[in-house]
């Protein structure tokens, strides 16, 4: 099946109108977003990397999802009335396994902020649009060691827990929450510092978003906040921009839940995003991003 999808593609991209692109036809930057009932679809570019998506709904509330970019096609199937999607990614011109690398997230994050700006933020989103955006993200995040092929299922209470409670006031820091807390205990992940030892890979987190530095965290050094990530720390007070939450940064979805709090504590404590110390992090709160509810 995936090397007649790659095939169908190369007809697509290069068999229509007998004759190839020319090196001055550079694709405009920017985002091409068309919505029909039951329909998303588009194209966006940037500094010459084109990528082109669809989303569309193939059974009351089932949703197929592609996204074809850098030569590589990621496609998804996703049935929200049971909580359940298959995820893919392979290599347009053989049908081939394939990884996502530095520069494939990189535009895929740019892709999401794009359909961020246009597409209304939360439950206002039409469902084919929704999670065509909750894809993007989870692909933009998705480390080079985890396969791309596999199965996300999740349900409420068993797949994910919710933290809607500890974001308060809407995540925002701002009002009546300027001045107060809502600490979460814990943000964790086991790795090789301490020989695996939990206590000093959590943190105490503030969900929501918070105050920032340069776009970096704070956390608590005695009594004082400083600016920075501190690294294994046993059990600091941090808070920062969107922690928490499902998604990269702050998209366009506030899913506050437990498995994206432990991602985001493994990222933002000593690692990167596609560290392999935060691999089962990540295929733990890949549920969460698809299928969680939104907080507000």
Request: charged share 20%; net charge negative; glycine share 14%.
């Amino acid at each position: 099946m995936r090397k007649i999808l790659g095939a169908v593609a190369a007809v697509m991209l290069f068999g229509c109108g007998g004759s190839a692109r020319t090196e001055d036809a550079r694709p405009v930057d920017g985002l091409e977003l068309k919505q029909e009932s039951g329909v998303v679809s588009g194209r966006f570019a940037q500094a010459g990397t084109v990528a082109q998506f669809s989303s569309r709904e193939v059974e009351p509330g089932v949703y197929r999802i592609e996204v074809r970019q850098n030569g590589m096609t990621l496609a998804g199937l996703v049935d929200a009335a049971n909580g359940v999607s298959d995820l893919d990614g392979f290599a347009e011109e053989t049908g081939q396994d394939t990884q996502m690398l530095d520069g494939d997230r990189e535009a895929l994050s740019a892709l999401y902020a794009a359909l961020n700006a246009q597409i209304p933020a939360g439950d206002a989103a039409a469902p084919e649009a929704r999670y065509l955006r909750r894809a993007v993200s989870l692909w933009s995040q998705h480390p080079s060691s985890v396969e791309l092929q596999r199965t996300v299922m999740g349900e409420q209470g068993r797949g994910y827990t919710m933290l809607c409670s500890y974001a308060k006031c809407n995540g925002a820091w701002t009002g009546s929450c300027g001045g107060s807390y809502n600490w979460y205990s814990y943000a964790k992940h086991d790795c090789q510092h301490g020989g695996f030892d939990l206590a000093k890979n959590q943190q105490i987190a503030q969900l929501g978003d918070h105050t920032s530095c340069s776009g970096d965290e704070y956390y608590l050094n005695g009594s004082t906040w400083v600016c920075g990530e501190p690294d294994h720390w046993s059990r600091p007070k941090v808070m920062g921009i969107c922690f928490g939450r499902c998604g990269g940064g702050c998209g366009g979805d506030t899913q506050y839940t437990l498995d994206a709090t432990n991602h985001d504590g493994c990222v933002r404590n000593g690692h990167a995003l596609a560290s392999a110390y935060c691999d089962d992090q990540f295929v733990s709160a890949s549920d969460d991003e698809m299928f969680a509810g939104n907080c507000y």
